[in-house]
């Protein structure tokens, strides 16, 4: 990139900050907004169509569409006589759709006699002007190159409107405990939760600006951040780095707020949120009146049960990259359920394997709006869980006509934990080459795993008790060092701590089809019954 165009985009950036702060989306603007775009949900997904998909012969949904023999008349009778879901659904039964391997350019996209590649960014927005370049978590490689606009992060602050609305909340102080880059989640909250009328007081980030490891233009942009913020008179608040795993700083402001405005919000990896909330309780210090956002991993009952033992009231949300927040629990959801924002996106599911050859009902995304970042026609974003549709509420986000649910959310094949996430082939090479060759034993020997002790998640690493004995600190010492081969490693290992790894002499669980996995996800498999376990 030139000079010229650096400060183009700069200039550029600047103004879409000033913009997003100085004309927030209010609350009835918002419900508006949300209503009008659910009743004409159908129509939008055509006029989608005719505007990112149709006219551009190298759209991979174009090519799919074609190679089922459909044509714009075809689409639109679909819709007119199925709805929007069910014309959905009927293209997934004919091949529209792009699972999460293809969509990242793993596998060859096949149909019948048609075969193409594609990749992440074949399904950019190609009207939308991005105004700035994140990526995503990583949870397979170095992170996906994504684009957004200021038009998108002022749909989402929409959104925020009506949640802080519905919480009340309203334009009370609120923080932000997320990382600075290479994660775009902090700045993204810090700009959406402004576009919805409540800009941040606090911005607390788990990781450090200058986190050895990390690539340097993501450090510079770290630097640079405040002086763009300020520059633009936003009123930003400046990152401060305050770790998971010393949350006194978080608990003692939120407090402060609280005894000041009599409410206090807070937005963050649910780990972070619930770690705030047991050390409140193990110091005497009551949470009510703090409302709480919490997302980037499940939101299992014992967090919750933990943010509710220290006072807080938690609305979790659902969010991925780059779309952001795209679900969102009310007062009436069960733990782990959340109204779809039915006016971005539409969801279907389709059956497929996991890796332990256990079939999930796997999330088929597609969007609605003509400033989405990406063109989505039932792509996979690997995640499964419960779809259900048209349920009663008398929330306020039912009569916005939010009445699509989802439940039990969870990942296919990324491993997330403590809110970051890592490719499953470095838990693989952990615990079939690395470890083994140092420490012992061969492939079946160790699993990394995840535990819950009181809402706090953990990373496990069992070791068979037949390896002999084993030094711990060693164990630790090996999984760090390769899970920090790349800056999202980094993240990960500065986000977890130290004391988030922990080594249990014990038997790897085994699946149901008895398949030993190098990560057992919560609640998956069961324990050997042959062996003998001891914890260290």
């Known amino acids: 990139m030139s000079t010229i165009q650096m400060i183009r985009r700069g200039t550029r950036s600047v103004r879409g900050l000033r913009a997003l702060v100085r004309h927030p989306v209010t609350p009835a603007d918002a419900e508006r907004l949300v209503a009008g775009e659910v009743a004409a949900r159908g129509p939008r997904f055509l006029t989608s169509l005719d505007r990112l998909v ?13 190679a089922a023999g459909l044509e714009a008349g075809d689409v639109r009778a679909l819709v007119d006589e199925h709805g ?27 149909r019948g006699s048609t075969r193409f590649t594609v990749g992440p960014r074949d399904f950019f927005n190609p009207v939308t002007v991005a105004d700035y370049l994140a990526t995503t978590g990583g949870s397979r490689s170095a992170g996906t190159p994504v684009e957004v606009s200021f038009a998108w992060q002022r749909r989402q602050g929409a959104q925020r409107a009506i949640q802080h609305q519905m919480t009340g909340l309203g334009s009370r102080p609120m923080a932000v405990w997320l990382p600075l880059f290479p994660s775009a989640a902090g700045f993204g909250a810090v700009m959406k939760n402004a576009a919805g009328g409540n800009t941040p007081a606090r911005w607390f980030s788990q990781t450090e600006g200058n986190l050895a490891g990390v690539a340097r233009h993501k450090r510079l942009a770290n630097r640079v951040l ?6 633009a008179r936003t009123g930003f608040p400046r990152p401060t780095h305050v770790p998971t795993a010393d949350p006194e700083p978080v608990v003692r402001w939120l407090r402060s707020m609280v005894d000041e405005h009599g409410a206090a919000g807070i937005t963050g990896y ?9 050390w409140a309780v193990e110091h005497d210090v009551d949470l009510t009146g703090v409302v709480t956002y919490p997302s980037s991993e499940p939101v299992t009952p014992g967090k919750l049960a933990a943010m509710r033992a220290a006072g807080m009231a938690p609305n979790p949300t659902y969010a991925f990259m780059p779309e952001g927040t795209m679900a ?9 359920e959340y109204h779809l924002w039915e006016h971005e996106l ?29 063109v989505m026609v039932n792509v996979e974003n690997d995640d499964y869980g419960i779809l259900r549709e048209d349920v ?10 939010l009445r699509t649910r989802l439940q039990d959310i969870r990942g296919i094949s990324k491993v997330v ?42 990373v496990v690493l069992r070791v068979h008790p037949r390896v002999g004995p084993v030094d711990e600190a060693e164990a630790r010492s090996l999984v760090r060092s390769v899970v920090m081969g790349d800056e999202y490693g980094v993240l990960a290992d500065s986000v977890w701590g130290r004391e988030n790894l922990t080594v249990h002499r014990s038997a790897p669980s085994v699946t149901k089809a008895g398949k030993t996995l190098s990560y057992e996800r919560a609640g998956l498999a069961r324990p050997d019954p042959a062996a003998n376990s001891e914890t260290t």
């Open 54 to 66: 149709w006219p551009f012969p190298a759209s991979p949904t174009r090519r799919l569409l074609e």
């Open 84 to 110: 929007l879901t069910g014309a959905l659904g009927a293209l997934s039964d004919a091949g529209v759709y792009f699972s999460y391997e293809e969509h990242q350019g793993e596998i060859e996209v096949r």
């Open 226 to 231: 405040p002086t763009v913020t300020t520059l």
């Open 270 to 278: 649910a780990s972070s949120v619930t770690a705030a909330a047991r």
């Open 328 to 336: 969102i629990a009310c007062d009436e959801c069960e733990d782990e």
């Open 346 to 374: 539409a969801v279907v599911t389709r059956t497929r394997p996991r890796d332990d050859d256990t079939e999930v009902e796997a999330f088929c995304w597609t969007s609605l709006a003509i400033e989405a970042p990406r």
């Open 392 to 401: 009663d509420c008398s929330c306020p986000l039912a009569p916005l006509g």
């Open 417 to 458: 934990a403590a809110g970051v996430s890592l490719d499953g082939d470095t838990f693989d090479r952990l615990a079939e080459v690395v470890l083994p060759e140092r420490l012992g034993g061969g492939p079946g020997d160790y699993q990394f795993g995840e535990e819950g002790a009181e809402g706090q998640t953990r």
